[in-house]
């Protein structure tokens, strides 16, 4: 049995489908491989102080943000205060097998509009992980000069 039908068959319609499914993959996949967060959007205010001090060749950095958020190491991974110290003995790890003979220096960079209490919980971490502790500071030249 036939059925008649008026379509007419077009040459024009594109199906769109196919192309958004790759276009959903192509978003998923640079949305996964992209760096969340980029190093310049950090923003650290440092309290400043009257003295200058030399900086040192070994150091781990850790950051701690306004949003009382913790970078650990160059790539600045962030994590935890409970991690802080697994996290540590990761990079000092990490610059014994480049042949790093002595202790690093933790670099210690603290947004000056941290409460003193978070400032203080992360310090006595650090402390306890290393003995060589650097804190981060604006010398008041700098912030002086800044302003004119």
Do not use: C, W
């Amino acid at each position: 049995m036939k059925f008649k039908t008026n379509l007419k068959v077009s040459n024009t319609l594109i199906d769109m489908t196919p192309l958004v499914d790759v276009i959903f993959l192509m978003l998923i996949f640079f949305i996964v491989t992209s760096d969340i967060l980029p190093l310049k959007s950090l923003h650290i205010e440092n309290p400043t102080l009257d003295k200058n001090s030399a900086p040192l060749t070994t150091q781990i950095l850790v950051v701690m943000d306004a949003q009382n958020v913790i970078y650990v190491g160059s790539k600045k991974a962030i994590v935890d205060l409970g991690s802080v110290k697994t996290q540590l003995q990761e990079e000092v790890e990490k610059l014994r097998q480049e042949g790093l003979e002595t202790l690093p220096t933790v670099v210690l960079s603290i947004d000056r509009r941290v409460d003193y209490e978070s400032f203080l919980k992360l310090f006595s971490v650090i402390q306890e992980s290393t003995p060589r502790i650097r804190l981060v500071y604006k010398p008041e030249e700098a912030q002086e000069s800044e302003y004119f």
